[in-house]
């Protein structure tokens, strides 16, 4: 067992994988000799040689199709798209193809591919380097989508999206990448060192698809997150005082829809919080989701905590990012409302 | 006073509406064998001239003649040309049925039947090609049950695909032939793909994709293009020509300023430009490229010069937007009269044989369609609903199967 | 006034707007000297001349980018992409620059183009001619989308669209191109002839985005809706029996929120219908937003009724598209419940 | 026995990584002069040879020379010279601003400094630039003034943009220079629209779109090109060829294969291969270019050999995955050294003069930023928050006057 943050429980799953299945490949911008801009696949082309971990063209559109394309010869191709912001070029292939391959096909080609990228804000970015676009990924009919907040989970998730036959877009919060993000942006940096999810195994193991974590067990309120989010949420609850239950969804497809409502069921009340703007993002399916299963046990309104629903704005990062602030704020009123 | 030059946008247009006079003197067509054949590992400089000439093999007398001609097995070309006049009466018959109410939609491939056809024979069963839907001819020259296309085409309970794809989209991966879709271009860069994946495991399979010459505008296409120069991608990467997109001529994609063939000199791919009713000349570059692939030289993009004899789809009238006598003043001819009259010249075929073939074919469609119709044609005969929640993932999750039972089912 | 069908009405709207505006001009596949596959086009370039409206290359992101250029130099760009499901390609364009420009350029630089695009199911166009896909562009903020329900609303709401300074997304329920359609597939077709909103005014007039209709009033039960489900939920109302109100949303963004509010405080039900598929449609959003709104006046859950969960299959297009009888069941199960 | 040729997948590699020996043999370099210039009118079937030339003007003894080089006033000269070295002042010193946590992020143009200063000078005022964020020196040359855009570069109060884009994504309408953002790529189809908008309005301004070498492979690359070909837009497209993208070598975006110019002969389209460190070559193939687009012949691509002297950005380490050593090694020097030395050679510059200059700008440069250090710098000054609530419609519907409200503004 050893300690790791992100970007090296990443790297391990990676190298795990390669190790194990020569039918594995890795390619991207600059995922090779250099390793990525976030080092995620560093030394990984050293180690296996250079088919297995390469660099790609400029084209996000031509990575996700010649993916797919190894895919369906019979390899597991593992892409990294260097920016979530920039998968949007290859959408249609995601959606219209990699998607929608083995239903139209009666199941005789399929995408078994899994797409990495860096997503999310807390990084002064900008417009398009911090974006989170899952729920454009969730609404589609055949992709799974992903987001872990830990470095054991990041491997173990990593390598059962990997092992998956179905396609999926594994989004990793850059901003967990170094350390536990609580949103206390003005408060000195925390690193992963010490920090019990930390301690990540060497060699394979996997961290199934559709089971939410339940992280901090409360009484009182259900608080719904994912990805830096849920470090938020525990900050938040913390601060309030508020004897909250904290579920870490951990894949928004397949989304783990009994522990939600299991636990909703419990508290009566429920808080969504996630990074993207507000309107049309996961939380609206998320809220229609445990007000159709759980009506009759709601004591108040479900509340939202998101982005605003403008554009990732520069120089007011921290007025943009749903903080604690804005969590225990939620928290609050669905106590009291 | 302003003496400069007033801009002005430029629309290109037709050379012919309908009403007027149609005319292909714009297409360049050398004659047969008057284009050199490069050794399949000439330097890509020396074959920089090759996209503005055309690989032809049969002349205007149906004698195959110049440097990428070759002594054919005629039993080979009588298998071709059966399986190019199998795809036409399949067509017709499919488009009639469309007619009858028996599907929701129909496309032909008249006139371009010995692209999919010829290429289809001229590589190897466990190559791959990534089609467009006017290449219906490469399964059936491969034998694919024809039954099996109508069952498809009927969404019926025996439809391989369960009734979840639009007619003609066919899906079939023992015969090389890979899953399609409505969108075009999209799986262009599949082939690249797949092809890659074939060199990554130092396989011997080759792949080939399929584009229309409209559809090259996409971004696909340049992608394609673009991984399979940089990783010298074992593909072979075809544009079928057939001038017309819906009711768009190819000068909208182009074909005003240069040839589709001439796109591979970008990318520093050697471009072939042929001759794609000439079933001899389609067999020729194809090898040319095919052995290219195979020994790690890489993809070649070829342009197949044809004509869609038909209108777009059974949704679409050509009259309305070209003459309708243009299809006759095509220079190219008609694939199949072209390679029947070469087997007539080499003393392989006469008219007669080629009446009784065609009337066996007919037959046998006939026969397909019987079967198929007494399964049940569009309406009539369905898959179990139960298909319609199979197969989004591998495993279904809560949703579908909570969804499924809400249905009824 | 005449009698037109939607074709006819999405047809004089252009030719008004062509008349009008010289920096008004229309492209896309197949639009030009043809008048486009449902012929909306049709007459336009012989009558205004072959640079205002013309044929484009197979190029959806091609034709988004250069109409972005062309609103940039101060031009009003109509583009028509041949249907929605291809408007994928075209997604990173609409998104990243579109959406953007007007935000990030500081008012510099705006993209006033309006994107045309038939949608929806109910023709037998199987999964990539039948699509649904207004949540993703939901969800961007600095896109706004129009769905009109019948040919007044249809020619008002697109010249009030190409008017907007801001790109719009205006999707056209192919279904309803020549006439009402209810979801009986079964029965006669009917065309627009002597419906009220086929009177159509010759010339310019607009309807404003942002505001709905209230399409029938009703005491129990809001149901929301938009395009093709206008006339699905209209036919379920009638044969339920049950007093609902209808709301046309005509614009998802923006979004009438005031007037959803006001039914929904009403009737205290509220029903949600769409052609999409329910996981991470649009219908998430609208149900969190009434259950923010409206909690302490809900009686009972609120319903979505929506496609499944599958790519949108050729076959089974009855089984699939949300038609009256799933909409009476869950508007009894939302007044029994 | 299987006597077939294994497959192998190629992965392009550099010829150079840390440790070895820098080389750039493989950029083939012809003598100043020796490309020839076409009539701007010329066929395109005569224009093929340009893309594997390259145009050069100045040669090893600053000397102008060949068909390229024409009479030019030194006085233009001078401020083409001021504006490099101003451009290189400025990022220079933004560069250290970053180190001092000034501002969140800086790129630097270094080395490629005569491509964004000599086409802002040689294009009209009310031309259009579609720029990426190499090419500073466009709104350097055009007098935009310096404290704007580090006021942009810290994000504070006084930033023309609000605080609302990354630092260096600038947008200048008024200076011809078009909103940039983070994205690559996806504004190059927009210089062909907005060209073709001045085309349909019969007016004569003309646009000018920049893509980096390793951005060509984008789908928007392809589309863009083929707009601008079909419809003869009056656009340049000008490909910066500055050899990396990133950590990645040219030959991953397919140099391996054939020069970025070339790709133009797949569309029909001239393309020039330009020495893009030499100011007056820049200048010779835009005026080239421009005058093609002012009288409708259309569009011309434009490959700028040049090199990234810097790293990609201050997030990147070159030494990481290139010879620490290379740039010296680069054969076609620096822009900066190459017009100076010219200047001298004419006798209309001297080594005190510039030094003079270098100083005077370096103090300019000083200036500016003490007017924008007085603002503030990053997380020292910003705008009001309001601004974030702005703009994302032309008017703010109720989502965001609601969530203003909740931020409590
Ligand atoms: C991405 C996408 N855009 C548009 C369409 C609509 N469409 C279907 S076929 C077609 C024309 C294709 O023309 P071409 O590529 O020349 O092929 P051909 O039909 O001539 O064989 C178009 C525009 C589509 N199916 N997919
Ligand atoms: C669509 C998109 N994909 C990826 C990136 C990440 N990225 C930023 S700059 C860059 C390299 C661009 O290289 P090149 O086009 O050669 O331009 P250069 O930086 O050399 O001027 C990459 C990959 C991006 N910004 N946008
Ligand atoms: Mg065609
Ligand atoms: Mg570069």
Not at chain 1, 123 to 132: D, E, L
Not at chain 1, 136 to 163: C, E
Not at chain 2, 2 to 24: K, M, N, Q, Y
Request: glycine share 10%.
């Amino acid at each position: 067992m050893a300690q790791m943050n992100m970007i090296q429980a990443l790297n391990s799953a990676l190298d795990a994988v390669l190790a194990d299945d020569p039918k594995t490949l890795i390619f991207g911008e600059d995922v090779g000799y250099f390793g990525g801009v976030f080092r995620v696949t560093d030394g990984l082309q050293a180690k296996h040689g250079l088919t297995r971990c390469f660099d790609a063209p400029i084209s996000e559109g031509g990575i996700i199709a010649t993916a797919i394309g190894m895919g369906a010869y019979g390899l597991r191709p593992v892409v990294e798209i260097q920016f979530a912001d920039y998968i949007l070029p290859a959408f249609d292939q995601l959606v219209s193809e990699a998607a929608r391959l083995r239903y139209r096909s009666n199941g005789e080609f399929w995408a078994p591919i899994t797409v990495r990228s860096p997503y999310g804000g807390g990084i002064f970015g900008g417009q398009t380097h911090s974006q989170s676009p899952e729920a454009i990924f969730a609404h589609i009919t055949g992709l799974k989508t992903v987001i872990p907040s830990n470095p054991y989970d990041a491997k173990g998730l990593l390598i059962a999206s990997i092992l998956e036959d179905d396609p999926v877009i594994f989004l990793e919060p850059k901003r967990l990448y170094n350390g536990p993000f609580d949103g206390h942006h003005d408060r000195k940096l925390r690193t992963w060192a010490g920090h019990a999810s930390a301690e990540v195994p060497e060699g394979l193991y996997t961290v199934p698809l559709g089971k939410a974590a339940i992280v901090r067990e409360g009484a009182d309120v259900t608080l719904l997150a994912y990805g830096t989010m849920v470090h938020v949420g525990l900050a938040a609850i913390e601060e309030s005082g508020i004897d909250a239950e904290l579920i870490d969804l951990r894949s928004i497809v397949p989304l783990d829809i009994d522990a939600i409502t299991a636990s909703v069921t419990k508290t009566g009340r429920c808080v969504i919080l996630h990074e993207a703007s507000r309107f049309g993002g996961f939380g609206g399916e998320l809220s229609a989701l445990v007000q159709e299963r759980c009506f009759y046990c709601l004591k108040n309104p479900i509340e939202r905590v998101a982005g605003w629903d403008t554009p990732y704005p520069h120089a007011f990062e921290w007025d943009y990012f749903p903080g604690p602030a804005r969590v225990i704020a939620a928290l609050r009123r669905t106590m009291e409302a | 006073m302003d003496d400069r030059v007033e801009l002005s946008l430029h629309i290109p247009e037709p050379f012919a509406r309908p009403g007027e006079t149609p005319t292909f003197d714009h297409v360049d067509i050398p004659a047969a064998g008057a284009t050199r054949r490069p050794a399949v590992d000439a330097a890509e400089v020396d074959m920089r001239d090759l996209p503005y000439g055309m690989v032809r093999v049969l002349d205007a007398d149906g004698r195959a003649v110049g440097p990428w001609a070759s002594q054919m097995d005629p039993e080979f070309l009588r298998r071709g040309l059966r399986a190019m006049v199998q795809t036409r009466v399949f067509e017709d018959r499919m488009f009639r049925a469309h007619r009858q109410g028996k599907t929701s939609f129909f496309m032909k491939s008249t006139g371009e039947e010995a692209i999919g056809v010829a290429q289809s024979m001229t590589l190897a069963a466990d190559d791959m090609c990534f089609p467009t839907y006017r290449v219906q001819g490469w399964l059936i020259a491969r034998g694919y049950p024809i039954v099996d296309m109508i069952n498809q085409i009927y969404s019926n309970a025996s439809d391989p695909l369960k009734g979840r794809q639009l007619p003609i989209l066919y899906s079939a991966r023992e015969y090389g032939f890979y899953s399609l879709s409505g969108n075009v271009g999209s799986r262009f860069g599949h082939a690249v793909g797949w092809a890659m994946a074939s060199a990554y495991m130092k396989d011997h399979r080759i792949a080939l994709g399929y584009i229309g010459e409209g559809t090259t505008a996409e971004g696909d296409f340049h992608e394609a293009l673009t991984f399979a120069a940089v990783y010298r991608a074992p593909v072979i990467l075809a544009v079928t020509n057939n001038q017309w997109a819906i009711s768009t001529f190819s000068g909208i994609a182009g074909a005003e300023q240069t040839t589709f063939a001439a796109r591979a000199i970008g990318y520093g791919l050697p471009g072939l430009r042929v001759d794609g009713n000439d079933f001899l000349a389609v067999v020729a570059a194809t090898e040319w490229a095919a052995t290219r692939a195979r020994t790690n030289l890489g993809a070649t993009l070829i342009e197949f010069v044809t004509y869609r004899v038909s209108g777009h789809s059974t949704s679409d009238d050509p009259t309305k937007y070209r003459p309708s006598d243009e299809p006759v003043h095509w220079p190219l001819g008609d694939p199949v009269e072209r390679l029947k009259q070469h087997l007539i010249a080499l003393g392989e075929w006469s008219d007669e044989r080629h009446e009784q073939m065609q009337a066996e074919l007919t037959e046998a469609v006939r026969t397909a369609q019987r079967e198929a119709d007494a399964v049940g044609a569009l309406g009539q005969s369905k898959p179990s609903a139960r298909e319609m929640f199979e197969g989004v993932f591998k495993e279904p999750d809560w949703r579908v199967i909570e969804q499924r039972r809400e249905f009824g089912i």
